[in-house]
């Protein structure tokens, strides 16, 4: 069973087909990635370094920009990548989230 | 050729299911119809379903889409539970679902003796209204005449890789026979406005698709919270966009037809987005507060069931019409299996692919909608959630000429 799949061409990540633990070695295409987190099945795995600001390509269209340089074969999630539209809720932002936060404080 | 057989209603149209639909028109009447319910659960021969609109204020929403699901084709039979001091206009929806051509009857609260005599008295009706739907035998049914609804709940980072794709090559195969097809939920297809564009059938069609999708956005945005949830980071999904491509395979490759929004029918076949956010500033909270509302919303539009992708593992059915569960992630399906009709998390695994996945999905479709229980159907799930909403009709070039 393969442990990264690449969804377009295009893309600055490849997908987890199961979980792959922390320090083991993955390959893709000939690229070695030495893990230095557990990525959980269905998480992303960065194919490239990318710089902050830059915006990662999923299917080949933006799922976001990155918030801090990423290097090759590091998980990319919410610590590392924001959306362009909307914040991304977690359960530690608490009910009334940021963006209610600021648009009260806009109206001040 | 595979066949369709459905119930043939007075209005042309045909069900795939043939219930007695029971609707309290305000919360205070909640139990006594659940009651009436309750009595027939787990009895063989035509089902009772619990329907119904909790608020004592009127809502031309809420009219619109009760007089819809009331006579949607897999209704047969109508009993309606009014308390009696509510705002809903009972009268008129009794007239809307007698005028389809449906046994009709309601029972106020305040009027028929209070608690146990209207239970009794709903009890007796829908065993009557039940014997006559039992002597109604299926017909041969065509394509054009099946409405079919797909959306996503609790999705993850295999959602957009495996169930996705997947019920999009369904789609596909059912756009390319001639059904009806909706997809949904513009505020979770933030990010894809430009790309539907281009699938859009007509130019002014594409202008109200992006149009849609940036009033989602600013509705969200109003709101502080787009449509994703902790589970969705939970599963790997990173932002609202990343969601939103994944839930955007789900409509397949075909062209888009048209844009509905809550309780307008498709007139014809094809693929249709359903615009759920509603219209004007910000009022009466969350478009939907879950996806519950918006399996309801899809059947307002004649939907006949449900194609429901997910990763985290939703176990949701719904009430009128079945609801067809195909699972994305392996280790959802492991865990969950009693709850999920289709496992396209092989497609992660390399033991399938997505044309045989799509495959599967249309011949299970075929099966639930000739009568055999969907997973969540067998299991009991009959959920219903309809809220306050307000929306202006559909703007030029929504539909097809």
């Not at chain 2, 619109?64 to 206009?89: D, I, R, W, Y």
């Not at chain 2, 939920?185 to 202008?207: D, I, K, N, S």
């Not at chain 2, 709850?339 to 479709?365: H, P, S, W, Y």
Request: proline content about 5%; glycine content about 12%; some cysteine.
């Amino acid at each position: 069973m393969k442990a990264l799949l690449l969804l377009s061409p295009q893309d600055y990540c490849l997908i987890a087909c199961r979980d792959l633990a922390q320090g083991s070695t993955v390959e893709f295409a000939g690229q070695h990635f030495t893990l230095t987190q557990t990525v959980p099945t269905g998480y992303k795995v960065a194919r490239c370094a990318i710089a902050a600001g830059e915006k990662v390509l999923r299917y080949g269209a933006s799922i976001g920009s990155a918030v801090q340089p990423i290097a090759a074969g590091e998980m990319i999630h919410t610590h590392n990548l924001q959306s362009d539209y909307l914040p991304t809720y977690l359960r530690e932002s608490g009910a009334g989230s940021k963006s209610f936060v600021s648009q009260e404080n806009a109206n001040d | 050729m595979t066949e369709l057989k459905g119930f043939a209603r007075a209005d042309g149209r045909k069900g795939i299911r043939n219930l007695v639909a029971v609707a309290y028109l305000v919360e205070c009447a909640h139990h006594v119809a659940s009651e009436i319910m309750l009595e027939f659960r787990r009895q063989s021969g035509p089902e009772v379903h619990l329907v119904g609109f909790p608020g004592c204020y009127p809502n031309a929403y809420a009219d619109k889409l009760m007089g819809q699901l009331l006579t949607h084709p897999n209704v047969g039979a109508v009993l309606l539970v009014s308390l009696g001091c509510e705002s809903f206009n009972k009268r008129a929806l009794e007239q809307r679902v007698a005028e389809s051509g449906r046994p009709v009857h309601t029972l106020t609260i305040q009027q028929d003796g209070g608690t146990r005599a209207s239970i009794a008295a709903g009890v007796d009706w829908a065993r009557q209204a039940r014997e006559l739907l039992a002597t109604q035998a299926r017909v041969p049914m065509a394509w054009s005449e099946l409405v079919v609804a797909t959306v996503c709940g609790g999705s993850d980072g295999s959602s957009g890789i495996t169930a996705n794709p997947a019920v999009g090559r369904a789609f596909d195969q059912l756009v390319s026979r001639g059904a009806r097809c909706i997809f949904e939920e513009t505020g979770e297809l933030v990010g894809c406005e430009q790309h539907m564009q281009l699938r859009a059938a007509r130019p002014a069609l594409g202008e109200q698709i992006v149009a849609a999708v940036e009033k989602a956005e600013r509705y969200y945005r109003v709101l502080g919270h787009g449509s994703f949830a902790p589970g969705n980071a939970d599963g790997g999904l990173s932002t609202q966009e990343e969601k939103s491509l994944g839930a955007y395979a789900k409509s397949g490759a075909s062209a888009i037809t048209g844009l509905l929004k809550p309780g307008d029918q498709p007139p014809s076949g094809g693929l249709y987005l359903l615009d759920v956010v509603p219209d004007g500033e910000v009022r009466f909270g969350f478009p939907n507060i879950s996806h519950t509302a918006e399996i309801v919303e899809l059947m307002s539009c004649g939907a006949h069931l449900t194609l429901f992708t997910t990763g985290r593992g939703s176990v949701v059915g719904s009430a009128l019409g079945p609801v067809i569960k195909v699972c994305a992630n392996p280790q959802t399906y492991a865990r969950l299996s009693e709850d999920m009709d289709v496992n396209a998390g092989r497609i992660l695994q390399g033991e399938a692919t997505l044309d045989e996945v799509g495959q599967e999905i249309f011949e299970r479709l075929v099966a639930v909608a000739n009568g055999m229980p969907s997973q969540s159907e067998a299991l009991g799930h009959r959920e219903f959630l309809l809220g306050y909403k307000s929306f202006e009709p559909l703007g030029p070039g929504c539909l097809p000429v």
